[in-house]
């Protein structure tokens, strides 16, 4: 891909010829008059990873337009161009932020060679931000598609800014798993981190669990407390399914980011709180706000920045990973022997629209470790094969009670190289149960060592 620079001159004549000499060394070279068309080239346009522009323009000049540039994010770098006596501007912009300047009349060669050197700082830095941005998102998702590398990056650029953070995506695809990556990356990451799912509790509770109580503000608070807001002070709080908020509290949740306080029931004095919010929901909030059952303004405050997570349906390319990463941690947990995964089970599972998305492999992947035979996986246990419209379905209690037992068996046996007397006494109970047992789990193969 060319690189896209875009060059800010109110000359025609400039700005024709530093094109010229750009668009022949390859480069893909955009153009604006002044600092104002300039600025609304960047925030419409495809990203520019460079700006070229000239220091005294009408309306916006190179200055003030370095300045508003460096708050956008990304910032593109800089490079001015003076003209002669206007070394202490070119100083000046240098402890702003600009990546460099050159002087007119310019030479051929130094504008490129200024240019070129930009380019590349450019191109380290956004390697070295995606790099550290999958490591960061790693540690809480497994991936290998572009759409969750590009999410990556943008967790890692917004992660230290203090804003509001909206997370939307369809159940199951890891709206949690970003919010854990958001604060890991971020300033607070020593502070507190608060989890509420706004649908959990009804209005009344919700209020009292958010902002606290004093003693006796309603039937059973037989003490103060301080809130979810109070104990996140200093850190960050996650609204889960924060389309479900009933209305009553969209408006005091409203008061609460617009004044950075809140007032526990029961009480007359709000209180000061210092508080990051991410919120999280599958619903479209732009169509709830429409139908009025989500304030507009309250939108608007946690839609400062959006993080839109794909389903898995849309990157197939993850299924393999994920799937992988899955087996070895259920093997591990039901301790059981790494299956052996062929080509045409990964092509099943590719195939499978995954309408639960990442839980819902999960749960199929946990099932078929869990109930097959040790060392197999049993593919009649996918969900084509056994799920109906009323959607996927994970394990019940009973199957990860009887899988873990299963696990403990084989560990059990693998311990005492097959002798089921021995393994039976560290197990603690008879040997007629444990044969029982391995009747029971498809275990009975192993055999007992004589002697």
Known sequence: MKPKVLVVDDDPGVRYTIREILESADFEVAEAADGAQALERVDKGAPFQLVITDLRMPKIDGLELLRKLSGRAPAPRVILITAHGSE????????????????????????LAVVQRAVETVRLSMENERLAGELNFSKSLVFASEAMSRLAVL??????????????????TGKERVAEALVRASRRAAGPFVRFNCAALTAELAEAELFGHSKGAFTGAVRARS???????????????????????QAKLLRVLQEGEVRPVGEDRARKVDVRILAATHRDLKERVASGQFREDLFYRLNVVHLAIPPLRERPEDIRVLARHFLARFAERFGVELPAVSDALYGRLAAWPWPGNVRELENAIERMVALSPDGELDQSLLPEARETEAGPRGLTLKQRVEAYERGLIVEGLKASRGNRSEAARALGISRVTLHDKLRKYGLARAEEPEG
């Open 88 to 111: 202490r501007h070119a100083v000046e912009a240098m402890k702003l932020g600009a990546y460099d300047y050159f002087r007119k009349p310019f030479e051929l060669e130094e504008l």
């Open 155 to 172: 967790v890692a650029r917004v992660a230290p800014r203090d804003v509001t953070v909206l997370i939307t995506g369809e159940s199951g």
């Open 227 to 249: 809130g979810l807001f109070g104990e996140a002070d200093g850190g960050t709080l996650l609204l889960d399914e924060v389309a479900e908020l009933d209305p009553s509290l």
